[in-house]
């Protein structure tokens, strides 16, 4: 059975950092991606990378504050995240898709098969 679990969510100050982790247990995945959810909002793409090579893809609204990675001996893919701004507020989701080979981050949520839980993360200002 396949689950993606997340954690690491909490309340920050504007200006503060924190790592959310996503652990994938049951199979691996070509890439891995995180997406967000703001209260009255659509889930949107916040970060995605492709396991094998470590490529990494952002949304404009995080790059250059947000960092994706991944542990191949944890199966895990982690979001380090700084400079943390108030509309950063939203739950936070990790997302792997069934097929396997991708050779490219997918960024919209029909390319996911698989969906953790999700974690709240809220910024204050």
């Known amino acids: 059975q396949v689950q993606l679990a997340e954690s690491g969510g909490g309340l920050v100050q504007a200006g503060g950092s924190l790592r959310l982790s996503c652990a994938a247990s049951?199979?691996?995945?070509?890439?891995m991606a995180w997406f967000r959810q703001a209260l009255g909002k659509e889930r949107e793409f916040v970060a995605g990378?492709?396991?094998?090579?470590?490529?990494?893809y952002y949304a404009d609204s995080v790059k250059g504050r947000f960092t994706i990675s991944r542990d191949n001996a944890k199966n895990t893919v982690y979001l380090q995240m700084s400079s943390l701004k108030p509309e950063d507020t939203a739950v936070y989701y990790c997302?792997?898709?069934?097929?396997?080979?991708?050779?490219?981050?997918?960024?919209?949520?029909?390319?996911?098969?698989?969906w953790g839980q999700g974690t709240q993360v809220t910024v204050s200002s």
């Open positions: 997302a792997a898709p069934k097929q396997t080979g991708l050779t490219i981050v997918r960024r919209t949520e029909s390319g996911y098969d698989y």
């Open positions: 049951g199979r691996t995945f070509s890439t």
């Open positions: 990378i492709r396991w094998s090579t470590g490529t990494t």
